[in-house]
């Protein structure tokens, strides 16, 4: 970021800081209101064009306390719907959580074939599946579908002969738990330590957490410690 720049941003920043109540904003504090005054709104604009990138937002100190505003402004986005999920195609379900039609497919597949009939069995084995994406300890960070599937001695539906799973990509039901438990993972309704589960059984420490449905057993006892794992934390 330029001087000009910098000066700019931290003359907005006090006027923000120092702009008088208006009429409107007394009566609002009467109601126990928080309005966000219009100079507010204006400054925050700067964050809706790609003005400023991440490292220059947070190399500035004026900056960063208007992003947190402007983050804390935003409206709460209101949570998909299974049903809402269901109208979107398979194209449209690999497009929302950011994967190629091959990689949702291989992932429908492994779902399908893994999980039980419930859509809690199946949105669990998705969010299982996410979790060692994107855990440290596992593969690294942000690492692909297909690696985590296809990994060795870890999902008993791949066949590595014939490099294929046996589950169908035709499954609806897969399809949207895939969704939900991206949805999920993102808002912190499902632990980010979620990284295992038996069909078999689990021959448990009394101490550690898990969850049954669907025949299947999971296990929230990853926490490695890394990124992921710690902002799912306390959740």
């Known amino acids: 970021m330029d001087i000009a720049s910098s000066i700019l941003a931290a003359a907005l920043g006090f006027s923000i800081l120092f702009s008088p109540a208006t009429a409107e904003d007394d009566n609002d ?11 507010v709104t204006c400054v925050y604009s700067i964050f809706e064009d790609g003005t400023y990138t991440e490292e220059e937002i947070s190399a500035s100190p004026v900056l960063s306390w208007l992003y947190k505003g402007y983050l804390e402004s935003l409206p ?18 690999a497009e929302y959580v950011g994967l190629s039609e091959d990689d949702f497919k ?20 998705a969010a299982t599946i ?15 579908v297909s690696r985590v599937i296809k990994s060795p001695n870890q999902f008993a539906v791949y066949n590595p002969e014939t490099d294929t799973v046996c589950g169908s990509s035709k499954d609806k039901n897969a399809q949207v738990a895939i969704v939900l438990a991206y949805d999920g993972l993102e808002n912190f309704t499902i ?23 669907g025949g299947n057993y999971f296990m929230t006892n990853n926490s490695c410690g890394c990124d992921w794992c710690a902002a799912g934390e306390g959740e």
Request: overall charge negative; proline content about 5%; hydrophobic content about 25%.
């Open 76 to 93: 709460e986005p209101e949570a998909l719907s299974e049903d809402e999920i269901r109208e979107w195609s398979f194209s449209e379900c």
């Open 191 to 213: 632990p980010h330590s979620l990284c295992y589960f038996n069909s078999v059984g689990y021959n448990r420490k009394s101490s550690e957490e898990y969850y049954y449905d």
């Open 130 to 144: 996410w979790n060692r994406m994107r855990c440290k300890k596992w593969y690294g960070y942000d690492v692909s």
């Open 106 to 125: 291989l992932f429908t597949q492994t779902v399908n074939a893994e999980s039980g009939n419930t859509m809690a069995d199946k949105t669990y084995v």
């Open 29 to 39: 504090s009467e109601n126990n209101t928080t309005p966000v005054p219009s100079n």
